[in-house]
């Protein structure tokens, strides 16, 4: 079961989307949130798998809540959900740390499936941003020095390599034949070796190197 806190300001959005989510067998929405600082509490409280979070709401922003929840020891995913396509709220999205960008008015498979990536560990970007977020993040980010690179064990590169083109956690140990706990040991020793925050700090790390075209 997929657990969720669903925040955002508009009530028929909220109605809307979870009339979305209950007809997937395998999500429960375990509460709701009309502004960032409600969204807080609530993901605190009830530790979900995953927050679907609005941009613009009233009081604390998705953006600035995003940035607290990523904050706290043991960080939650969070799943940005937006009107808004702008450069600027992109960005903001990246900084705060969020897993993925879905466009609200994207088909419902598309958020189906974005959930269930970045609930499983995975990163979500709705494909119609992509090109525009990750030509700035290859200007913004600087490019990991040999060093580092050479820091990375060949089972790293392997397992960046796959977290580069979007594999989950799940799916980077069925492809390399190991068990999903040693998979998340290794993208924490990469995280660690690379100085990234982040697993799409790590992903542009990897563009940024040349490991993936």
Do not use: C, Y
């Not at 970045?118 to 993040?137: C, E, N, Q």
């Not at 706990?181 to 992903?203: M, P, Q």
């Amino acid at each position: 079961m997929i657990r969720l806190v669903l925040a955002d300001d508009q009530a028929l959005i909220r109605a809307g989307l979870r009339m979305i989510l209950d007809a997937e067998a395998d999500f429960e929405i375990v509460s709701e949130a009309n502004d960032g600082a409600q969204a807080v509490v609530a993901a605190r409280a009830h530790r979900p798998d995953l927050v679907l979070m609005d941009v613009r709401m009233p009081g604390i922003d998705g953006l600035a809540a995003t940035s607290q929840l990523r904050a706290d020891d043991d960080p939650l995913p969070v799943l940005i959900l937006t009107t808004f396509d702008d450069d600027e709220v992109l960005w903001g999205a990246v900084n705060a740390g969020a897993s993925g960008f879905v466009l609200k008015d994207s088909p419902a498979d598309d958020l189906v499936s974005a959930i269930r990536v970045t609930a499983a560990g995975g990163s979500w970007l709705d494909p119609r941003v992509t090109p525009r977020l990750l030509s700035r993040l290859r200007d913004a980010a600087p490019a990991p020095s040999a060093a580092d690179l050479e820091r990375l064990s060949e089972r790293e590169l392997d397992v960046l390599r796959l977290m580069a083109v979007g594999a989950t956690n799940n799916e980077i140990a069925e492809q390399l034949f190991v068990s999903e706990r040693t998979v998340k040991s290794h993208v924490g020793s990469i995280f660690t070796k690379l100085a990234a925050r982040d697993r799409a700090a790590a992903i542009i790390a990897a563009f940024r190197a040349g490991l993936v075209s």
